[in-house]
């Protein structure tokens, strides 16, 4: 079984634009929240610990895939739904379903790394930190 | 020849997050605008003319697939090179690469249809409009 | 007595800057919510319903003045304090404080009106209405 | 004399309200951007820089008020007309005219500190660096 964690979302005036609806970067707002959101549930540390710990200093994205099905407008309660379908070596796939009641409003999948950062500032993908994996299955 | 448009964007301090790199949401902020870009550049009058005209309210996004490469940060001068790579029946693919020069930082490929709108408010898509191909190739 | 609702906000990742605090313009982004938030929890419907009943289409904001006091940063739970602290001919004053526990971070006041629109799609000031006002104390 | 520089706005879709304006808080987006755009145009360093050679790491907001005249919608170019108009001993005022071509559609009126970072990670205002005020007036 994979573990599914539950992020709660208010669609508030603000989120749409001149048809009404949201304006879809907005999702990708909700869903990055909603993948920290993931980790913070599952009992890893903040980022800003398992920089000293780790060595990891969060989960940037490297790939994205989002279907839109139904839209959505302000009142709204929607639900992400968050899991990690797959663990690479190096990296993880999270995925997400974005829920209004029954309905399902947007399916995404994201590939992320856990990055360290190089003394020169660029990022680096590290391994899998088992204790990470471990509190996320 | 597929026709090519180019959107500048200059990349803001509050673009950016905690880690100091643009935050992705913003990419998508960025590639709606070029998407509507392109179409003004094309000749497309606004959504606004469309929808008297032709019933087409805008281009709602389907599905969206994107790769993130390199990072960018405030000060940064971006260009959005955006093409339609595809014609279907009701809906067409509309490409970006995102540059910081020659560097590609993102790339993005995007399913759109031209929208309708029913009497009870609800969205469908439109045969592809012939007068606004017309325009884009 | 004043009437206060209370509306909470989680501080996200993407909500902070470079700095690593909360960017600015997001407080306002909050407080725009709340502003809403308050005449939904006073029993005000909708605004797409009394733009039907009374033609007002919402509370435009025409002047917004704001002490900023402490900073926040994700994983911060903040509650946004909001009441109506004046009601004029044509406008009204809301207040928010914006606290994270009793640490006040930020202090808000706007002059809003209740807006109708004209067949040219211009706005123009309702007098207040006094169903909604009755509502509201 | 005060020296006036002026930043110029594209309104996009996305930036728009289901009103079909521009939502309010993407004025201050574009302000907080005007004022760092102001000093870079003055030939100050990026604050990275200055962060190493006069601690001052950039210069949050205090206080803030502005008016709101004229509405905006997407298409429209806009011109965020940015000078100094006060020097204190540890804060400037920095004042904003939004305009679209003549007319005046916004106006901000801002105090903001140079601020320094102390080891325990809060942040302090810094008398105003004397190489940062000649560069501006």
Redesign the interface.
Known sequence: MTREVVYPV?V???D??????V????F??WI??AS?HFFIACGVP?WAETTTTLGV??T?????????RR?A???DALEIHTSISEWRAKSFVQRYRVQRGADLLMECEEVRIFAGKRADGS?FAHPVPPSIRALCE
């Open positions: 208010r508030e005036f603000g749409c634009d001149p048809a009404g609806i304006w879809f970067p907005n990708f707002r990055d929240a920290r903040p200093i969060g940037p994205l490297v790939d994205t895939h989002a279907s839109f839209t407008t302000y009142g990022m």
